[in-house]
């Protein structure tokens, strides 16, 4: 079974912290994602990355920043938290395959609460 | 960008019944994914279809695409109150990049 496991469950950080969020994948995938999920707006995609030290801003870049220098592991990084960052944050993965995007992997996120 | 749309966004239904889900989305697609997520948790991949096929099944569960109304619906036969969770269709963009695009969700409560 594909495991994507995320560094923390449940995070609480002070404004302008420094905050990371590690994810990691058992399967080999090319493919990892950063997404946050907030009532109402559900599913919004922050940066992905399709191979090491590749990475593609998604829809909502702004405020974040993300590293891979290995296959398996993609940080996200909030340089200096804010409140508009309280979120559920989970992290995915998948196979790359030219032209299509194939089923995505989750983590069981994390729940960041910044103060 | 809001790719796809599920409706309706809340369904209450009692145990036994069937419950449907409906998606649109609006551009040219390779496949639609269903996910479900439990209340607090992960999503967890349900179904992929296929832009060149109609109907797929996978134990309870029956998802239908029409290309040409740019819709698909997820059937979920006999449910059970452990059916209860959000319900969220993923479609990626035909010619573009490595990404899904995820609805807001339907909101399913199973009643014992």
């Known amino acids: 079974d594909v495991k994507v496991t995320q560094s923390s469950r449940y995070l609480v950080k002070r404004t302008g912290e420094k905050v990371f969020l590690e994810c990691v994948q058992d399967m080999d995938h090319e493919n990892m994602f950063w997404y946050r999920q907030d009532p109402g707006l559900g599913l919004r995609l922050i940066y992905f990355?399709?191979?090491?030290?590749?990475?593609e801003k998604g829809d909502i870049p702004e405020g974040y920043s993300v590293s891979r220098e290995k296959k398996e592991r993609f940080s996200l990084i909030l340089e200096s938290a804010s409140t508009n960052q309280t979120s559920m944050y989970l992290c995915?993965?998948?196979?790359?395959?030219?032209?299509?995007?194939?089923?995505?992997?989750f983590g069981p996120g994390t729940r960041l609460l910044v103060l | 960008s809001q790719q796809g749309e599920e409706d309706p966004q809340a369904l209450s239904i009692q145990e036994g019944e069937n419950a449907t889900m409906n998606c649109s989305y609006k551009t040219s697609i390779n496949n639609l994914q269903w996910y479900r997520q439990n209340s607090g948790r992960g999503l967890v991949h349900l179904i992929l279809?296929?832009?060149?096929?109609r109907e797929k099944h996978s134990g309870r569960l029956r998802v239908t695409l029409d290309t040409s109304k740019k819709s698909s619906s997820l059937l979920i036969t006999a449910s059970r109150a452990a059916d209860t969770a959000s319900y969220f269709c993923a479609t990626d963009t035909k010619g573009g990049s490595e990404k899904l695009v995820f609805g807001k969700g339907t909101k399913l409560t199973v009643n014992p």
């Open positions: 995915a993965s998948s196979f790359l395959t030219a032209g299509a995007q194939e089923t995505q992997y």
């Open positions: 279809i296929r832009s060149n096929e």
């Open positions: 990355s399709y191979d090491v030290k590749m990475k």
